[in-house]
Structures are given as structure tokens and as C-alpha cells.
């Protein structure tokens, strides 16, 4: 089974400490306030947690701990993650729900589409036949198609000129499973396709 310590020290080393960049949307309060980001933890989604629209002196207050258990609870163990067989899936599905929030919603279409599995409801939350599911998979394919599916994510994003070079960096972390290095091409591809949709057709 999937274990969250397993997990964190790769989380770690994609979110850093505090920032504010006016560009992202995550660090933004409800009353529009530019506030920022701690540890990988926004501001739109502490604000859930404690209640109020965060100050900026409460983000620079979460702690390294504070935001590793925020992350145990209100991520891993919400989405049921310890019942993954599979690390390596548990860790890319995880991770993108903490980074785009719908990591399991990307799952379930992914399980329902291309695995088969046409009655699998898609709600964004890990129930009893998604884990099933998704524990019958090849695990492989499985975290090839959803890195795809990220790639594809990131690169049609408003924002993806600012962000998509560090969230593909991102990614790259998670295309690996069981040693071996898995479509690493096809991610360059999407990220390449992506680009010139952007230059040519948004940003134009």
C-alpha cells in the first residue's frame, strides 16, 4: 500500500517556502487581497481551513509541519490514498489534486475512458469502486496517460507562460515507476504542442 511519508519528501521538493506572485490565482484571499502561498499551502485554500480570508501574516505562519499535516489530511488521507496499491500512482494522483485539485477526477476519466471501466462514477472523490479500479490497473500505462493528461492540463492554462516551465518540472518527478523512464517523449510533445497553441492562437 501507498505511504504518505513516501510521498512528502517529493512534495517537499516542489514546494517551497512563501511567494506572492500576482499572477497566481491561488494567492489571492475572497476579498481579492494579494496575501501568497507557504509551503505549497494558497491562500483560497487555507482560507477553507481556518474560516476567514487569510492576512499575509497568517500564511507566513505555517510552519514546515503545519503544512505537511494539512497536506496528510486534507489530501492523502481524504482521497484514501494509503488504500493505492501502487506508490507510484497514489504519489501523481495525489500530487495533482494538491496542485490543480482534481487529481482524482483526472483518474476516474482516465479509469472510465481508457481502462474500461464505463459505470465508474467522476466526482473527484476516492470511493470503494474507484479504488478498486484503479488497484487493477497496469500501473505503468496508468501513470504514463495521467502525466499526459497533466501535461495537457498545464499547457492550456491561462497562465501557462509564467508557470507551465515549473509545473512540467514538476511532473517529470512523477513519469517514472519501477526504474524505468516513461513518456518523458510524449510529455515534451504535449509541452511543445502546447506552446505554439499558446503563441499563435492565444497570445496572438
Known amino acids: 500500500m501507498a505511504n504518505f511519508y513516501t510521498y512528502l519528501p517529493l512534495l517537499l521538493q516542489v514546494e517551497g517556502g512563501f511567494q506572492n506572485n500576482p499572477k497566481d490565482r491561488g494567492n489571492y484571499n475572497s476579498l ?6 507557504q509551503y505549497g499551502i494558497s491562500t483560497g485554500f487555507y482560507e477553507g481551513i481556518i474560516g476567514r480570508p487569510p492576512s499575509v501574516a497568517d500564511i507566513k505562519a505555517i510552519t514546515k509541519s503545519r503544512a505537511e499535516e494539512l497536506y496528510r489530511v486534507h489530501f492523502w488521507n481524504a482521497q484514501r490514498a494509503s488504500e493505492i496499491n501502487s506508490q ?7 500530487d495533482h489534486q494538491v496542485n490543480a485539485g482534481d487529481g482524482v477526477l483526472v483518474a476516474q476519466k482516465l479509469l472510465k475512458y481508457q481502462f474500461g471501466f464505463s459505470n465508474l462514477g467522476v466526482d473527484n472523490q476516492m470511493g ?20 499526459e493528461k497533466r501535461a495537457a492540463h498545464y499547457n492550456s492554462s491561462w497562465n501557462s507562460a509564467e508557470f507551465a516551465d515549473g509545473w512540467l518540472r514538476r511532473l517529470t518527478k512523477f513519469a517514472v515507476d519501477y526504474q524505468k523512464p516513461i513518456s518523458l517523449l510524449a510529455i515534451g510533445a504535449i509541452a511543445t504542442v502546447g506552446f505554439l497553441f499558446y503563441k499563435f492562437y492565444i497570445k496572438n
Do not use: C, E
Not at 32 to 37: A, H, K, S, W
Not at 88 to 94: D, H, K, L
Not at 129 to 147: E, M, P, W
Open 32 to 37: 481579492d487581497q494579494l496575501i501568497g502561498t
Open 88 to 94: 507510484a500512482i497514489a504519489n501523481t494522483v495525489i
Open 128 to 147: 470503494k469502486n474507484s479504488l478498486a479500479a484503479i488497484n487493477s490497473v497496469d500501473v505503468g500505462r496508468f501513470v504514463t496517460l495521467f502525466n
